[in-house]
């Protein structure tokens, strides 16, 4: 049973920084490709960043996000450095296999986490 754990949301202003937080059940990130994602109300879960033997970034985050694993503390993380307003959304963890690769694509991504919440206010 995959099991992914978010942490890390809060409440911050634009420019400010935080970092994310992905903890899976046991050594999961040597086999999978992690995953961020984020959704607002209304809209489609939209892609964040990803990491396997490369990262791959969303034009709307790179030079400002990066992503990162812990292997030794099974953890994925997500720094967000000079945060916009519309960064504000809910952040998913997700995971697939290693083999499969990359995708930018939320329905290719076979276990999730419950999410956390960003806000960020001009």
């Known amino acids: 049973q995959v099991q992914l754990v978010e942490s890390g949301g809060g409440m911050v202003q634009a420019g400010d920084s935080l970092r994310l937080s992905c903890v899976a059940s046991?050594?999961?990130?040597?086999?999978?490709?992690a995953a961020w994602f984020r959704q607002v109300p209304g809209k489609e879960r939209e892609f964040v960043a990803a990491?396997?033997?490369?990262?791959y970034f969303d034009d709307s985050v790179k030079g400002r996000f990066s992503i990162s694993i812990d292997s030794a503390k099974n953890t994925v993380y997500l720094q967000m450095n000079n945060l916009k307003p519309e960064d504000t959304a809910v952040y998913y963890c997700?995971?697939?296999?290693?083999?499969?690769?990359?995708?930018?694509?939320?329905?290719?991504?076979?276990?999730w986490g419950q999410g956390t919440q960003v806000t960020v206010s001009s």
């Open positions: 990491i396997s033997w490369t990262t």
């Open positions: 997700a995971v697939r296999p290693r083999a499969q690769g990359i995708s930018p694509r939320a329905p290719d991504y076979d276990h």
């Open positions: 046991g050594r999961l990130f040597s086999n999978y490709v």
